[in-house]
T-cell receptor, first 113, second 113 residues
């Protein structure tokens, strides 16, 4: 079945360093979403990308959607301890049933003070 | 005001018992989901209901039975609990079948002893 893979699974960074997580799909996606889950919390929607090659920014976070709409990345500049959590991408198939999102495996980010 | 609520927040029970988890959303959304998150943070969709109709039923043991009495509620009943059922169960909702953002509940942490 269709899979959405994320790397790395875990990332430890020193506060102030940059961080990037990558998301790859085996099939073309109609759109991709990113969610953040704080420790002990629940996933919270961050952003959605729809267009091929789209880039969106939210303060220190930069989101990209690949030209082929099969990959995406989230980059955090100058991480802070508040960035700690698990970041998920979630993709929607561009063909067939569009009723469900497929979540990536997540990247658990630890920021060391 | 809580948008998506789940009860209970914690559930500790013995193997073989039957238990239910309840979910309610006050967002007026048409579509609701149950996800299972394992100890490695992997989020897997279990069920989806749209206007009380089951539209997604992933490969889940038939010991799990969802019930949607109305479009604001989606409950999950689990029969004959097993050790492997220990996980965090998240309810989520979104508006219609084509609106994208999913809103997650706080989760129910189930521990089967």
């Amino acid at each position: 079945g269709q899979q959405v893979m994320q790397i790395p699974q875990y990332q430890h960074v020193q506060e102030g360093e940059d961080f990037t997580t990558y998301c790859n799909s085996s099939t073309t996606l109609s759109n991709i979403q990113w969610y953040k889950q704080r420790p002990g919390g629940h996933p919270v929607f961050l952003i959605q990308l729809v267009k091929s090659g789209e880039v969106k920014k939210q303060k220190r976070l930069t989101f990209q959607f690949g030209e082929a709409k099969k990959n995406s990345s989230l980059h955090i500049t100058a991480t802070q301890t508040t960035d700690v959590g698990t970041y998920f991408c979630a993709g929607r198939l561009s063909s067939g049933s569009a009723r469900q999102l497929t979540f990536g495996s997540g990247t658990q980010l630890t920021v060391l003070p | 005001d809580t948008a998506v609520s789940q009860t209970p927040k914690y559930l500790v029970t013995q193997m073989g018992n039957d238990k239910s988890i309840k979910c309610e959303q006050n967002l007026g959304h048409d579509t609701m989901y149950w996800y299972k998150q394992d100890s490695k943070k992997f989020l897997k969709i279990m069920f989806s209901y749209n206007n009380k109709e089951l539209i997604i039923n992933e490969t889940v043991p038939n010991r799990f039975s969802p019930k949607s009495p109305d479009k604001a509620h989606l409950n999950l009943h689990i029969n004959s609990l097993e050790l492997g059922d220990s996980a965090v169960y998240f309810c989520a909702s979104r508006y219609g079948q084509w609106q994208e953002t999913q809103y997650f509940g706080p989760g129910t942490r189930l521990l089967v002893l």
